[in-house]
């Protein structure tokens, strides 16, 4: 045990103006408490140690005078370590309240100390004001929690991070001060607090300098001893700063995040001579690909990157060394080179590498990837080292999940942003493209995007519209406004019962002045929005106004206002129930077609992509060239004309179940355009979608637009109706496939006996089309 005096902080920390002093007296006190209530062989220990004090008279104990009572500081140390501990391991001592001054102490604690002091030993990375500021977080922590039972959220314990002068790697130590020895009394009247505005302001991240104000220190007296435990929780600090990389890694400052996991890999070994590279397994369609992260000294990839492997002599070692990965440690490899089995090690030698580890990585029992670790000329480490490894695995594994996902979702992000929103169907063929794009991008080469296009396929069109959905919207628009106007003006009118003014009246007239707008047939988009704005921007200041100058009115108009901030309130209530009778409507033919889509794929896949209007429409494009491993034949096709017919039926059924659901009752047509010739399709970059390729196969993008309200020639009736199937076509030869799946669906009874075959009228650009249209049972 060492017992002189040690300033902790080589004097760079700040003073503070506290009144202190050194006292046995409260470790006496708590030293008597545990006495009494001690049930175990200590207690008469402690009652040893107690009369040991009180036999001895002390009287202004100094830092000057502490040495003379070592054998009363050696009870207190036995007092409060284990019976066991090994002071040249344990870092233990006792300073001065509240200040790093340190008078006695395990032989570890003054050696750690020493070592940070030496100019050759240890570099803090703290600053004064940062020792000033845990400081005052100690103290005042302190005098809350005694004087007035206040528990301050903030995390306890003060961790030190340094430099090693020999290493250059950063060490982790945490002080545990302990106060239970310090007592502290108030001056004079124990000054008031506002705790729950104090725990706000100290949630928030409110400094402590703030505490200075409020209550000042010179407020205070301290007596007592403080008692310091140091840790070592460099490992634990090491393994943590990686698992910190993996939950904030930023693709931007993807350098600086690979950097602290090397330094925090080589912290963990203490070696500054070791070297670590991180090579992730990425695949695209399953198969192993190049990854172009390099998370280390790219050891790895110089290896088994494209500089020496090609493609395909790639994708066979990795697959191989996935199907069986195996760990493979040399301290010099220069004496296994010349192995046969270890053929890949010259590579490693050529590069000038001499010890090497291959440790393979796993993530819930896959394989994540390879650590390697190495030196380079004549450096060299043994098991040993990798032993220290072994708290970082589980890290670095997530790290390395990490980057695989974030190379998915760099590849999907590319598809998404040069392509589409895609499906298993066709998602192939853009991994493709953005394989090739990713792969000229990373070789700092011009990147271009692939066109994507597939020819010769049958395009199978339909629609499910809400009848009578602008209509409903502005009837509800109407109603809703006039319930607004209604709310406002009953409440202006109770307001000047108590408080009369021109801006008031003036506001009522403006009132009645809208609700004989909303009364004339004339409605357009103009008086609405300028209707909203009178309602909102042009009323509701001059109502916070009344709120605050008329204290009577101000509950009707709060009230007023939380009926504006509901959606489902009066004020919204026909648009509310339109909106969810349209949700309702929708989110059930979204489900149902979710659930067929992937019915569908099963059978030959197609691509299928649905797009929101006031109901649903969807496009279905099927052919040779959207699933080229597998045989294209016409039952394919057939067999989604039938589901077609089917699902409209179903479709039907469906949303004619919902009604004494709706609080609107709002009611579906269903319309199947069909189109027996095949067409090319191609990506537009510029609109993120498909569309057809070709002048002939715009025209069908042409008709899909305009047919939705056409009407049966010389008649104003609109071929769509409530609860049936409408199918247009142009020629005999379109729906040839349809007609026996129509007459089967009547004789099952899912479609009514009652076929019609219509005439439509012309549209712009477009003569000769014909319908058939069916009830749904």
């Known amino acids: 045990m060492k017992n002189f005096i040690l300033d902790a902080s080589d004097k760079q920390a700040y003073t503070l103006p506290i009144d202190a002093a050194l006292s046995f007296d409260p470790f006496i006190t708590c030293l008597k408490k545990r006495t009494e209530n001690e049930p175990t062989i200590k207690a008469g220990f402690y009652k040893s140690a107690l009369q040991q004090f009180e036999s001895c008279r002390v009287s202004d104990l100094t830092l000057q005078n502490i040495n003379q009572y070592e054998t009363l500081l050696e009870h207190i140390y036995a007092c409060n370590t284990s019976p066991l501990a090994n002071q040249h391991e344990l870092a233990w001592g006792l300073s001065f309240p509240f200040q790093p001054c340190f008078f006695y102490g395990t032989d570890k604690l003054y050696q750690l100390l020493n070592q940070k002091a030496a100019p050759d030993g240890y570099e803090g990375t703290k600053t004064p004001e940062d020792h000033l500021r845990e400081r005052l977080q100690l103290i005042y922590s302190f005098i809350l929690k005694r004087l007035y039972n206040f528990e301050v959220p903030v995390k306890k314990g003060i961790s030190h991070a340094g430099t090693n002068i020999n290493t250059g790697l950063l060490e982790y130590y945490s002080v545990n001060v302990n106060t239970d020895f310090i007592a502290v009394t108030a001056k004079g009247e124990l000054p008031s607090l506002d705790c729950n505005r104090l725990y706000m302001h100290l949630s928030e991240g409110a400094s402590y300098e703030i505490m200075q104000e409020m209550l000042p220190l010179e407020l205070f007296s301290f007596r007592g001893i403080g008692m310091v435990t140091v840790t070592d929780i460099t490992p634990y600090k090491a393994v943590d700063n990686i698992r910190k990389v993996r939950l904030s890694r930023n693709p931007g400052d993807a350098v600086s995040g690979n950097e602290t996991v090397i330094q925090s890999l080589k912290t963990l070994v203490r070696n500054n001579k070791i070297e670590f590279d991180l090579f992730p397994f990425v695949h695209i369609n399953d198969e192993p690909v190049y990854g172009f992260e390099k998370t280390g000294t790219g050891i790895l990839f110089s290896v088994w990157g494209e500089e020496t492997l090609s493609p395909e002599d790639f994708k066979q070692q990795a697959s191989s060394y996935a199907a069986n990965p195996s760990f ?450």
């Not at 649903?616 to 052919?623: A, N, V």
């Not at 496939?737 to 129509?742: R, V």
């Open 328 to 777: 493979f440690f040399s301290p010099d490899i220069f004496t296994e080179a010349d192995k046969k089995e270890y053929s890949f090690l010259q590579r490693f030698c050529k590069l000038g590498v001499r010890s090497l580890a291959l440790m393979p990585v796993f993530h819930e029992h896959t394989p994540v990837g390879v650590l390697g670790v190495h030196t380079w000329g004549d450096d060299q480490f043994d098991e040993k080292t990798l032993g220290l490894l072994e708290p970082a695995i589980g890290a670095i594994a997530q790290l390395l999940q990490v980057y695989i996902d974030e190379f998915n979702l760099e590849i999907e992000a590319i598809v998404k942003e040069k392509f589409t929103s895609l499906q298993p169907a066709v998602q192939w063929k853009f991994n493709e493209a953005a394989w090739h794009y990713l792969q000229r991008k990373k070789k700092q080469l011009p990147a271009r995007t692939e066109n994507v296009i597939f020819k010769d396929v049958y395009p199978l069109y339909g629609a499910i519209d809400i009848r009578n959905s602008t209509l409903e919207r502005n009837k509800a628009v109407r109603a809703d406004l006039d319930n607004h106007l209604r709310l406002l003006s009953g409440m202006l009118e109770k307001a000047q019962e108590r408080h009369s003014s021109t801006l008031l009246e003036e506001a009522l007239f403006s009132c009645g002045k809208w609700k004989q707008v909303l009364q004339q047939e004339e409605w357009n988009a103009t008086d609405e929005t300028n209707l909203n704005f009178f309602l909102t921007e042009g009323t509701l200041p001059y109502l916070k106004h009344l709120s605050q100058q008329e204290p009577a009115a101000r509950a009707d108009i709060e009230k007023y206002m939380q009926l504006m901030d509901r959606g489902d309130g009066a004020i919204q209530q026909h648009r509310h129930a339109l909106e969810t009778s349209m949700q309702m409507i929708n989110n059930a033919i979204n489900n149902y077609f979710e659930t067929e889509k992937d019915k569908l794929q099963q059978d030959y896949p197609c691509y299928f992509e649905k797009f929101r209007t006031d109901g649903i429409e969807y496009d279905i494009y099927i052919g040779q060239s959207i699933t080229p491993h597998r045989e294209f034949d016409h039952f394919h096709l057939k067999n989604l004309r039938l589901w077609q017919l089917s699902s409209m039926a179903a479709i039907t059924k469906l949303t004619r179940s919902l009604l004494p659901e709706m609080p609107l009752p709002l009611r579906t047509t269903q319309l199947i355009f069909a189109h027996d010739r095949t067409i090319d399709i191609s990506f537009r970059a510029d609109e993120r979608r498909f569309d057809v390729e070709g002048t002939y196969n715009i025209r069908y993008q042409m008709i899909k637009k305009r047919i939705d309200k056409v009407h049966i020639r010389n008649t104003d009736e609109r071929l769509t109706q409530t609860d049936k199937i409408a199918l247009i076509y142009f020629n005999r030869k379109d729906v040839e496939d349809y007609l026996p799946y129509l007459q089967y669906l009547q004789e099952t009874g899912v479609l009514q006996n009652n076929l019609e075959e219509l005439e439509l009228e012309e549209l712009q650009g477009l003569s000769g089309l014909k319908a058939f249209r069916v009830g749904v049972v």
